[in-house]
């Protein structure tokens, strides 16, 4: 009894590895030569992560590993962005893979809250508020 939970335990204080994105590996990466078309890289290795906003020549394959523990927040320990750069035919120009974090910045979402218009209850009206709105069985409402 004492080993089941002590296995338990371990396997409890376990990290969780989360991987996330478009896991490409260097065979499947191999297969994306320059010269070849959209539809191909998509018959290839899938969709993008990613297209770029003001160009649509680049398209982005981004994947990331995370490890986290316990109750901890999980931190990246690796991460992998292919980008393929397309002409203005739609041909594959060049295929540049970059691993690491510096092109990575870190962003803290912002807590505050955008006001709506419009009225704003009270505790008061939101009591009060249905006082004489209930329909008249007579009246056919």
Not at 94 to 104: H, K, L, S, V
Request: glycine letters at 8%; proline letters at 4%.
């Amino acid at each position: 009894m004492a080993l089941v939970v002590a296995s338990l335990g371990l396997t409890a204080c376990s990290a969780k590895i989360d991987e996330r994105g478009i896991l490409l590996d260097a065979e499947a990466l191999a297969t994306v030569k320059p010269g070849q078309t959209r539809t191909e890289v998509v018959k290839n290795i899938g969709n993008p992560s990613t297209i770029a906003t003001f160009n649509d020549q680049h398209w982005y394959y981004i994947s990331r590993r995370t490890k986290s523990w316990l109750f901890l927040p999980p931190y990246t320990t690796e991460q992998k962005i292919v980008e393929v750069v397309f002409d203005k035919a739609g041909i594959v120009n060049r295929i540049t893979t970059t691993t690491g974090f510096e092109q990575t910045v870190d962003i803290s979402p912002t807590s505050r809250v955008t006001p709506s218009k419009g009225h704003t209850y009270g505790l008061m009206e939101d009591f009060l508020g249905n006082l004489g709105r209930f329909n008249n069985a007579k009246s056919g409402r």
